[in-house]
Each structure stands twice: as C-alpha cells, then as structure tokens.
T-cell receptor, first 112, second 114 residues
Framework: DQQVKQNSPSLSVQEGRISILNCDYT??????FLWYKKYPAEGPTFLIS?????DKNEDGRFTVFLNKSAKHLSLHIVPSQPGDSAVYFC???????????FGQGTRLTINP | EPEVTQTPSHQVTQMGQEVILRCVPI?????FYWYRQILGQKVEFLVS????????KSEIFDDQFSVERPDGSNFTLKIRSTKLEDSAMYFC????????????FGEGSRLTVL
C-alpha cells in the first residue's frame, strides 16, 4: 500500500534554516491531509492539517503547502529549532472517512 | 493538556496467548481508533469505533481481533491468539469529530510475541 509516500527517510538541517519535508500521494479521493510529529517512545502528535480546498495553511513556524495537480504536499518549518528533531509523518484521509493513511515518515535532525 | 493513556507500555507474550491492550480516551471524545506500527514500517489503521460499534476496519483486523468499551471509559483491543507477526507498537487514538481530523494518540503499547 503506497498511497502516501515520503521518499526521504531522513533530513538534516542546520538550526535557524528552513526544513522542508515532502509527501506524495496517489489516491485522488484524498481530501484532507495532516502532518504528525513523533518523538521516540511517544505517540504521534498532531502538527498541522490542510483541506483539499486550500493550497496553503500556516500555523506559526509551520506551513503546509498542497499541490493537488501534482498530488504533492510539503511541510515547511522556519526557523528550524533543535526541538523540531523528530520523525514527521504525512497522513491523508478520503471523503470524511475516519481512517488515516500514513506515509513512512521522515526523520528530521536539526543540527546546532 | 488532556491525553490518551495506554496500558501496558510493553507486553511480552507467547504465541497463541490472548492479549488485551487498554486505552483511556480523552473524556469528551467519542471516536476511538487503534493503529499499529510494525518495527520499521508505516503506522497502519486497524479499526475505528463509535457509539459502541465498529465503524470501519482494515483488512488487518481479522477475526483474531476485537474491540470494546465495556465500562464506558476503557477502550480495549483484544488479540485472541497472538502470532509472531502481531509484534508491533499499538497506538490508541481518539477524536471529537466524525471525520478524520486531528486525532490524539497515546504513547503506545509495545507487544512482543515470542
């Protein structure tokens, strides 16, 4: 099941710079997208979401961009901070369904 | 901040044994979910539960699995006869709306089947 793909297993960014995490999807029925952050030994924590009727949603240092034609979304974190080091999961749902389909995750490391 | 709590944090069991994983949801949430993550793999949806019945389940959620909320507080996942491939981290999640909006996840219960 590769409906949601995060092709970069890891990303390393210098503190203060921009982190860009990418996610692609194949199911055109997906209409709601979320980013979750996960620290070791903890459950995923909701970060930000976007509906398919929008192409951008911003919350503080976090911005999610959605390109429906390319079936691509990205999460921008600026400026990156050491506490942002975690695994980031992209997730999607279709038609109000309760089921979330997750990507494989990208491990983000912020270097001082 | 309200949180979802799960017990046990880690359980080791022999193949063929029954396992019950427990979750205490956030108090005003009505939608409950179980997800699992096998080591090195994706987080996968297992089942959603609302109004005391299953609302959606994945193909993973076969007859060996069951869920219930017996006392109106704990939400449980039972695996009747565990297999080696059931070894995973099991996450309970809860939400306050019918659509898959923001879900609140517990810290997970790690199940190891020997």
């Amino acid at each position: 099941d590769q409906q949601v793909k995060q092709n970069s297993p890891s990303l390393s960014v210098q503190e203060g710079r921009i982190s860009i995490l990418n996610c692609d999807y194949t199911n055109s029925m997906f209409d709601y997208f979320l980013w979750y952050k996960k620290y070791p030994a903890e459950g995923p924590t909701f970060l930000i979401s976007i509906s398919s009727i929008k192409d951008k949603n911003e919350d503080g240092r976090f911005t999610v961009f959605l390109n429906k034609s390319a079936k691509h979304l990205s999460l921008h974190i600026v400026p990156s901070q050491p506490g942002d080091s975690a695994v980031y999961f992209c997730a999607a749902s279709a038609g109000g369904a309760q089921k979330l389909v997750f990507g494989q995750g990208t491990r983000l490391t912020i270097n001082p | 901040e309200p949180e979802v709590t799960q017990t046990p944090s880690h359980q080791v069991t022999q193949m063929g044994q029954e396992v019950i994983l427990r979750c205490v949801p956030i108090s005003n949430h009505l939608y409950f979910y179980w997800y699992r993550q096998i080591l090195g793999q994706k987080v996968e949806f297992l089942v959603s539960f609302y109004n005391n019945e299953i609302s959606e389940k994945s193909e993973i959620f076969d007859d060996q699995f069951s869920v219930e909320r017996p006392d109106g507080s704990n939400f449980t996942l039972k695996i009747r006869s565990t297999k080696l491939e059931d070894s995973a981290m099991y996450f309970c999640a809860t939400g306050d709306r019918v659509s898959a909006g923001e879900l609140f996840f517990g810290e997970g219960s790690r199940l190891t089947v020997l």
